[in-house]
């Protein structure tokens, strides 16, 4: 039986569905954590990461069970606590604090992928002058920074040729955004769960947009992900029901997320996402070192896909953890 300390960032004063989502994550993997027959307790962390240090000495737990999604409300802040853990020596599940660090910069991370040869879509940046939005092609305004889709609304897809580049980078308010060509084609979400001989590619999901109308931007947006009661939320369906033609293509996408799982260093669980165009090229568009595990997560969708239930998948990244320590 191991001691689990579940850190999770402290929330803001009035947090977001999709910011509430950490305490269902926290009350899931406590549940399963019982079931393993592993004691836990939780602490919240903000910015004041000495208290989390003493209360680490205090409490001594075998291992942390880090769910911190940001802190004081920025995703770019979200490596820290695993710093910390990292400097006290103390066993932490998931990736590093490089990886977190790295994977939580979307530019960053493109730039690393484009360096390995990985293919992603291109991408410019506000004040960017060298590199400007084209005719005839069409873009995505993404937040750097934040995921789940924060941010990110139908209005979110702009056409390069009547996008004001001048006003995008003159306004402070965009400074944490990019604009990312988009790529017209399918979606697909690939998990990637520790196993004891290295990560394992769990069933790959079709994200599909159904009955959508044809002006109506292809989007993993905020709505079809957060708004209970939107169209996109009813309309956005996962699927694991994929056609013996794919076979080849979905090879690829299992052959680049692990050649992603190396160049970040992820341990414990992740997932890749991918827009595939016209032609069947895949294209990374993230890479998520931290997922989200609720129980309704896609994350966990594919695991159970792959015969893997959440007590499981729990106990396989403690696992993971402790043999990493």
């Not at 260093?265 to 609720?294: H, T, W």
Request: charged share 25%; net charge negative.
């Amino acid at each position: 039986m191991k001691q689990v300390l579940l850190l999770i960032n402290t929330l803001t004063d009035k947090p977001s569905g999709d910011e509430l989502d950490v305490l269902v994550q926290a009350e899931a993997v406590e549940k399963a954590l019982e079931n393993l027959g592993h004691s836990h307790s939780r602490a919240y962390c903000g910015l004041n990461l000495e208290y989390i240090r003493v209360l680490l000495e205090t409490r001594s737990p075998d291992l942390v069970f880090n769910l911190v999604e940001s802190m004081a409300g920025k995703g770019s802040l979200i490596h820290l606590p695993a710093w910390l853990l990292e400097t006290c020596g103390i066993p932490f599940t998931g990736s590093p604090a490089y990886a977190l660090m790295i994977t939580t910069d979307k530019v960053r991370t493109k730039s690393i992928l484009r360096q390995q040869g990985i293919p992603t879509p291109d991408w410019i940046l506000p004040g960017n002058w060298d590199k400007r939005p084209e005719t005839g092609i069409k873009y995505i305004l993404k937040p750097i920074w934040e995921d789940g889709s924060a941010g990110i609304t139908d209005a979110s897809v702009v056409e390069g040729g009547t996008f004001d580049f001048e006003g995008f980078s003159g306004d402070h308010k965009f400074r944490d955004y990019f604009l990312e060509e988009y790529i017209d084609g399918r979606e697909f979400n690939i998990t990637l769960l520790a196993g004891r001989g290295g990560p394992e590619v769990m069933p790959v999901a079709e994200m599909r947009y159904v009955d959508y109308p044809e002006d109506k931007p292809r989007i993993l947006n905020f709505a079809s992900k957060w708004d209970e009661g939107s169209f996109e939320y009813a309309k956005t369906i996962r699927s694991f029901d994929l056609p013996e033609k794919d076979s080849e293509l979905l090879s690829r996408l299992k052959e680049i997320s692990l050649e992603c799982w190396g160049v970040f260093e992820m341990k414990g669980y992740a997932r890749v996402d991918f827009r595939v165009d016209r032609n069947q090229n895949p294209f990374v568009l993230e890479v998520n070192a931290n997922p989200c595990i609720s129980p309704d997560a896609g994350f966990v969708a594919a695991c159970a896909h792959g015969g893997v239930d959440y007590d499981s998948m729990i106990g396989r990244i403690i696992t993971d953890t402790m043999l990493q320590a």
